[in-house]
Protein backbone atom coordinates (compact mmCIF):
# COMPACT_ATOMS: atom_id res chain seq x y z
CA UNK A 1 0.00 0.00 0.00
CA UNK A 2 1.09 3.75 -0.45
CA UNK A 3 1.47 5.98 1.84
CA UNK A 4 -0.73 9.09 0.46
CA UNK A 5 -0.42 12.71 1.16
CA UNK A 6 -3.34 14.59 1.34
CA UNK A 7 -3.26 18.17 -0.12
CA UNK A 8 0.36 17.99 -0.30
CA UNK A 9 1.79 18.22 3.15
CA UNK A 10 2.33 15.51 5.99
CA UNK A 11 0.33 16.02 9.14
CA UNK A 12 2.75 16.45 12.14
CA UNK A 13 2.80 17.73 15.54
CA UNK A 14 -0.24 19.29 16.87
CA UNK A 15 -2.54 22.01 15.93
CA UNK A 16 -2.71 25.69 17.62
CA UNK A 17 -6.14 25.04 19.11
CA UNK A 18 -5.13 21.45 20.00
CA UNK A 19 -2.57 22.88 22.05
CA UNK A 20 -4.41 25.52 23.47
CA UNK A 21 -7.49 23.38 24.71
CA UNK A 22 -4.68 21.10 26.42
CA UNK A 23 -3.17 24.23 28.12
CA UNK A 24 -6.73 25.51 29.54
CA UNK A 25 -7.60 21.87 31.00
CA UNK A 26 -4.42 21.73 32.53
CA UNK A 27 -4.68 25.13 33.94
CA UNK A 28 -7.85 24.32 35.13
CA UNK A 29 -7.19 21.24 36.60
CA UNK A 30 -3.98 22.32 38.57
CA UNK A 31 -5.65 24.29 40.59
CA UNK A 32 -7.03 22.27 43.23
CA UNK A 33 -4.51 19.76 42.96
CA UNK A 34 -1.95 22.68 44.15
CA UNK A 35 -4.47 23.86 46.87
CA UNK A 36 -4.81 20.36 48.27
CA UNK A 37 -0.68 19.62 48.11
CA UNK A 38 -0.63 23.41 49.96
CA UNK A 39 -3.23 22.32 52.71
CA UNK A 40 -1.15 18.58 53.18
CA UNK A 41 2.21 20.55 53.65
CA UNK A 42 0.03 23.01 55.98
CA UNK A 43 -1.63 20.50 58.23
CA UNK A 44 1.83 18.27 58.19
CA UNK A 45 2.49 19.94 61.42
CA UNK A 46 5.60 21.44 60.27
CA UNK A 47 6.76 23.38 63.78
CA UNK A 48 10.35 24.10 62.41
CA UNK A 49 8.97 26.68 59.84
CA UNK A 50 6.92 28.15 62.08
CA UNK A 51 9.27 28.49 64.50
CA UNK A 52 11.79 29.89 62.53
CA UNK A 53 9.08 32.53 61.29
CA UNK A 54 7.91 33.79 64.47
CA UNK A 55 12.15 34.17 65.43
CA UNK A 56 12.26 35.88 62.24
CA UNK A 57 8.79 38.23 62.94
CA UNK A 58 10.60 39.27 66.41
CA UNK A 59 13.96 40.18 64.62
CA UNK A 60 11.95 42.78 62.70
CA UNK A 61 9.72 43.87 65.59
CA UNK A 62 13.08 44.45 67.29
CA UNK A 63 14.72 46.60 64.10
CA UNK A 64 11.61 48.77 63.62
CA UNK A 65 13.04 50.63 66.85
CA UNK A 66 15.02 53.53 66.40
CA UNK A 67 18.88 52.96 66.41
CA UNK A 68 19.28 55.28 69.53
CA UNK A 69 16.33 53.26 71.25
CA UNK A 70 18.71 49.72 70.75
CA UNK A 71 21.71 51.09 71.11
CA UNK A 72 20.99 52.50 74.85
CA UNK A 73 19.92 48.85 75.40
CA UNK A 74 24.58 48.27 75.52
CA UNK A 75 24.77 51.38 78.55
CA UNK A 76 22.03 49.46 80.71
CA UNK A 77 23.52 47.44 83.82
CA UNK A 78 24.76 44.28 82.92
CA UNK A 79 24.66 45.61 79.05
CA UNK A 80 27.30 45.32 76.24
CA UNK A 81 27.98 41.55 77.13
CA UNK A 82 27.09 38.82 74.18
CA UNK A 83 25.27 37.30 77.02
CA UNK A 84 23.69 40.27 78.20
CA UNK A 85 20.16 39.38 77.87
CA UNK A 86 17.68 42.78 77.03
CA UNK A 87 14.97 42.24 79.29
CA UNK A 88 12.82 44.63 77.14
CA UNK A 89 12.98 43.30 73.68
CA UNK A 90 12.83 39.28 74.85
CA UNK A 91 10.06 37.64 75.36
CA UNK A 92 9.25 37.39 79.36
CA UNK A 93 11.03 34.65 81.43
CA UNK A 94 9.12 31.57 81.21
CA UNK A 95 7.42 31.71 78.36
CA UNK A 96 7.08 28.81 76.32
CA UNK A 97 9.91 29.04 73.34
CA UNK A 98 11.31 32.31 74.50
CA UNK A 99 12.76 34.43 71.91
CA UNK A 100 15.85 36.13 73.54
CA UNK A 101 17.72 39.23 72.53
CA UNK A 102 21.13 40.41 72.96
CA UNK A 103 22.79 43.64 72.02
CA UNK A 104 26.27 44.57 72.32
CA UNK A 105 28.42 47.31 70.46
CA UNK A 106 30.75 46.10 67.68
CA UNK A 107 34.17 46.61 66.24
CA UNK A 108 34.36 46.36 62.34
CA UNK A 109 38.15 46.13 62.71
CA UNK A 110 38.76 43.86 65.30
CA UNK A 111 35.40 41.84 64.65
CA UNK A 112 34.17 41.98 68.19
CA UNK A 113 32.64 43.02 70.86
CA UNK A 114 34.08 46.87 71.72
CA UNK A 115 33.57 48.96 74.62
CA UNK A 116 34.12 52.03 72.43
CA UNK A 117 31.20 54.18 71.01
CA UNK A 118 31.32 52.81 67.38
CA UNK A 119 27.92 53.17 65.84
CA UNK A 120 27.32 49.89 65.19
CA UNK A 121 25.08 47.36 66.70
CA UNK A 122 25.06 43.55 66.83
CA UNK A 123 21.92 41.90 67.58
CA UNK A 124 21.52 38.45 68.32
CA UNK A 125 17.85 36.71 68.67
CA UNK A 126 17.48 33.05 69.45
CA UNK A 127 15.05 30.65 71.12
CA UNK A 128 16.96 30.45 74.87
CA UNK A 129 16.38 26.34 74.91
CA UNK A 130 17.99 26.08 71.71
CA UNK A 131 21.11 28.61 72.49
CA UNK A 132 22.40 31.50 69.84
CA UNK A 133 24.11 28.99 67.78
CA UNK A 134 20.63 29.02 65.93
CA UNK A 135 19.50 32.12 66.38
CA UNK A 136 19.54 35.28 63.53
CA UNK A 137 21.75 37.99 64.26
CA UNK A 138 22.39 41.14 62.38
CA UNK A 139 24.30 44.45 62.02
CA UNK A 140 23.01 47.38 62.49
CA UNK A 141 24.19 51.00 62.01
CA UNK A 142 23.64 54.28 63.27
CA UNK A 143 24.07 55.85 59.51
CA UNK A 144 22.37 53.39 57.12
Known amino acids: MKNTVTSG ?6 SYAEVLLS ?3 LSILLVPALQALNTGIAGSGNDQAARQLALRSK ?3 VLANPFGQLYSETYLF ?3 TI ?3 SADYSDAAGTADRRVVVFYRYDVATNALSSNDTGLLYVNTYYEAEGSANGLSTLVGRWW
Request: net charge neutral.
Open 83 to 85: ASV
Open 78 to 80: GGN
Open 9 to 14: RSQRGF
Open 23 to 25: MLL
Open 59 to 61: VEE
